[in-house]
């Protein structure tokens, strides 16, 4: 349901979802591949679009049924060319999107709720709390209602919220970015960036292809949990070993063959993630697991005691892991000056320009 209005949305189902509601509907089961490539394939705006259902089936379906997205306002470009995209839920919450430019590629980084529960302490978004997960629906409209739609060739699950927090609706929009019903994108181009919520992050391997970036920020239990608090109850050694275990069996996930991409994100904090011990510590403890590390450099936000690491902390750390064979990028800050950056979405309403 869509505000105050009754109607089922049809818009965010999946093809499971349309083939409950034909059978409710007591329609012939291909109708919901028809009705699945109305959604995704034609964009289709209105019920009364989908020329090839029967004229009474449409005017009966309006009743109860209806396409519902969400739009979008422009709330500003950065220097560097990133778009920031601000959203009103169904219910009212704001959320953001990043549309990052790069040499060949274009990057569209989508929120999953309306600001985060989880509270990791040097995230701007964490402060705002949970206002609420968003449905699938809201989640896809920040792709299909992008005017550079069909210019986009990434996708990354890293701008507001805690995607595993949000496991049903995410692993929903996955299934309809990723499927032939759907919008048909790769898989390979879909990234989830989660803190690691074990028992969705399993539901995540086991039910999606997408590539999986997983928050660590530091190895060791005691240094990770004062800045990430879901290492208390999701510890960051169990979310290595379950992944490790994925590597051993050789599934598709990790398998030498397979092409899944596992990475870890490490934020750069000055003297709180970025010591070289740390780096040992995160060299020991991915030892052996097909993967990449992605260091962050922490986006600054006032009201912390914070710092964002120097940049020979920086090189230094990267230097130690690929002496150690693993492969150690450096993530290019964009977006800051619009508040675009990691961490930086706060689904403010003031930084609306519409
Ligand atoms: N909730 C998801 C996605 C977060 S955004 C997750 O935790 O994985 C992607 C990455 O940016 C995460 O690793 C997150 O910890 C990091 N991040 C958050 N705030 C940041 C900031 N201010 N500067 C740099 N990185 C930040």
């Not at 705002?128 to 989640?139: D, M, N, V, Y």
Request: contains cysteine; hydrophobic residues 40%; glycine residues 8%.
């Amino acid at each position: 349901m869509t505000g105050s209005d009754p109607r089922a949305n049809l818009y965010g189902a999946t093809l499971s979802g349309l083939e409950r509601i034909v059978e409710i509907e007591a329609q012939p089961r291909y109708r919901a591949r028809q009705i699945a490539e109305w959604l995704y394939r034609h964009h289709a705006p209105d019920i009364d679009a989908m020329t090839n259902l029967p004229a009474p089936t449409r005017v009966d379906w309006n009743d109860r049924y209806r396409i519902a997205t969400v739009q979008h306002h422009q709330a500003g470009t950065s220097g560097d060319g990133t778009q920031k995209h601000v959203w009103d839920a169904f219910g009212g919450d704001v959320y953001e999107t990043a549309l990052i430019p790069e040499a060949s590629r274009l990057t569209l980084c989508v929120s999953s709720q309306a600001g985060c529960r989880i509270g990791c302490k040097f995230c701007l978004t964490a402060r705002k709390g949970l206002k609420q997960s968003l449905s699938a629906a809201e989640i896809l409209s920040q792709y299909r209602n992008l005017p550079d739609r069909d210019r986009v060739t990434h996708i990354v699950f890293m701008g507001m919220g805690e995607p595993l927090d949000n496991a049903d609706a995410v692993i929903d929009a996955v299934s309809v970015l990723t499927s032939d019903w759907g919008y048909g994108l790769s898989p390979r181009r879909i990234t989830v960036s989660t803190v690691g919520i074990l028992p969705e992050l399993e539901r995540l391997l086991d039910e999606t292809d997408v590539n999986v970036a997983i928050s660590l920020h530091a190895a060791r239990r005691e240094e990770r949990l004062p800045i990430v608090p879901s290492e208390n109850r999701y510890p960051i050694a169990d979310i290595v070993a379950l992944l490790r275990d994925r590597a051993r069996l050789a599934l598709p996930p990790f398998a030498a063959t397979g092409r899944r991409r596992l990475s870890f994100e490490i934020t750069m904090l000055d003297g709180i993630t970025d010591r070289p011990a740390q780096a040992a510590a995160v060299r020991d403890l991915i030892s052996g697991i097909p993967s990449r590390v992605n260091l962050i450099p922490w986006n600054p936000f006032p009201g912390t005691q914070f710092r964002p690491s120097e940049r020979t902390a920086i090189e230094a750390y990267q230097a130690l892991l690929k002496r150690a064979g693993i492969m150690t990028t450096v993530r290019e800050s964009r977006g800051q000056d619009i508040g675009a950056a990691c961490g930086l979405l706060a689904g403010r309403r003031e930084s609306r320009v519409d």
